[in-house]
């Protein structure tokens, strides 16, 4: 083994993370802070959404193809949680809703009760047709009430009002929840079936989500969201942000004529405005990824975690030592969701907008699982570095295909057919760049970048 693969295997960790902090680094000289930063958080948030899918696949084997089902009830739970009330569309509408869905909920417990009983199975046909019937009735009415309020502006219940960090608790809840009753169902099936049914469900939530306008307004979207940091607006006109800025450029400043320090100081409070609110997401997202790395790595090292890995590697043995597989399983599968829905809500809050169409397998499946797959799966950190670098490149595909193009027009004629054949398709870059570093690390470290540590051994 060469010196390089010896210093690698020993401090492989701190190369990949140093090698990615320098990449951000270049960037941010390069281009510009605001960028480099606007990556970043999204490299946080992506990161979260695949230690989950890590804990499903890495810890568990669980091949779950519905990521982007539960980072959409994330993201809707912010819209159901901080969003103000519409106070009129509840009033004509809002009662009427609850009593449909409450109606909805009794018609499907009294036919499962009935089914239990062992009654006639035409009486229970009877009663869930004459419940659905009462139940559809009502709620299309309830619909058609709290559409028409507003529908530029509103035309949906709202939300309850309250602070948006409570979202991202919810939101985990909700796909916690939403993958109860999806485990409870299809973590029976064997790993493909589980794939389809799970992708399946995904595409029936969001095909809701974008349906009924009156939950979260359908595909017209919910804009201008609540946040948790200060908006650039009141950074602006706020003193002793003023003062910080004029500090930190008091040397560039008093080159300038003090006519002409004003108006350099306003450009410079503008700009810095915009990095210190995205320092700000910076500094809740890491300190989120960070408790969320420490709790898995505690609960991975634990009784239960040895448990889990030895129901991956053999479910038969495990069963055999008595182990129940479904159980197991389950929990898994709710806890790598939940972490999903909070990735999901913590993305929807850092846009400040909920865009439904934007849930696409590509970017919330395909994305993510390539992430896991790169980092490592079973490695905490590995899905980490897979996610910086997988999301650093889909972002800079674009200038780096600008740049190569630019590169060989310089060795070109004007209007050569194979510079403007590239130009034309830059854009395809971004998917040769993901096939391509998938490809690599597959051949060369199947384990991915950081290996399952139990894996090298």
Not at 17 to 35: C, D, H, P, R, Y
Not at 158 to 172: A, D, K, N, P, T
Not at 216 to 227: E, F, Q, Y
Not at 406 to 424: K, Q, R, S, V, W
Request: aromatic share 12%; net charge neutral; proline share 2%.
């Amino acid at each position: 083994m060469s010196n390089f693969d010896n210093i690698w295997q020993s401090h492989k960790t701190t190369i990949s993370f140093t090698i990615m902090a320098l990449l951000l680094l270049f960037v941010g000289f390069n281009q510009s802070w605001a960028l480099v930063l606007g990556i970043f958080n999204l490299c946080l948030i992506s990161a979260i959404m695949a230690l989950g899918v890590n804990i499903q696949w890495g810890y568990a084997g669980l091949f779950n193809v519905g990521i982007m089902g539960f980072a959409a009830l994330g993201g809707v739970s912010v819209i159901l949680i901080s969003q103000q009330p519409v106070a009129e569309a509840i009033e004509v509408g809002g009662f009427k809703m609850l009593f449909a869905l409450l109606l909805g909920a009794i018609t499907i417990v009294t036919g499962v009760l009935l089914n239990r009983k062992g009654y006639n199975k035409w009486l229970i046909a009877l009663v869930v047709i004459i419940g659905y019937l009462a139940t559809r009735y009502y709620f299309s009415n309830a619909a058609d009430l709290i559409e028409k309020v507003n529908p530029a502006k509103t035309g949906y219940l709202g939300g309850l009002g309250m602070h948006v960090m409570f979202s991202w608790i919810v939101g985990g809840l909700a796909a916690a929840g939403a993958a109860w009753s999806i485990g409870k169902i299809t973590l029976g099936l064997r790993a493909d079936y589980l794939a389809i049914a799970t992708l399946g469900i995904a595409e029936i939530t969001l095909y809701v989500i974008k349906n009924e306008d009156w939950f979260v307004r359908g595909v017209k979207n919910v804009a201008g969201l609540s946040r948790p940091v200060p908006y650039e607006v009141n950074l602006q006109n706020s003193v002793w942000f003023q003062d910080m800025v004029s500090w930190f450029h008091s040397s560039s400043l008093e080159l300038l004529p003090l006519a002409d320090q004003t108006a350099q100081l306003s450009q410079y409070v503008r700009a810095s405005s915009v990095i210190f609110v995205k320092l700000c997401y910076s500094g809740l997202f890491i300190t989120i990824l960070v408790v969320m790395i420490v709790l898995a790595n505690l609960a991975l090292d634990s009784p239960w975690g040895r448990k889990v890995r030895a129901i991956r590697d053999n479910e038969v043995a495990a069963s055999a030592m008595g182990k129940d597989i479904t159980r197991q399983h389950l929990q898994i599968f709710v806890i790598g969701s939940a972490i999903v829905g909070v990735a999901g809500a913590l993305l929807v809050t850092y846009n400040g907008i909920f865009i439904p169409t934007s849930y696409q397998p590509l970017r919330f499946t395909f994305l993510i699982w390539v992430m896991v797959i790169v980092g490592g799966s079973g490695n905490n950190l590995g899905s980490v570095i897979g996610a910086f670098i997988i999301w650093f490149l889909w972002i800079q595909s674009g200038p780096m295909g600008l740049w190569f193009v630019e590169m060989i027009g310089n060795f070109t004629e004007e209007g050569n057919i194979i510079t403007e054949f590239l130009e034309d398709r830059v854009h395809f870059l971004r998917y040769i760049l993901m096939g391509s570093v998938l490809l690599t690390v597959m051949r060369f470290t199947p384990g991915g970048i950081l290996p399952e540590k139990n894996k090298e051994l």
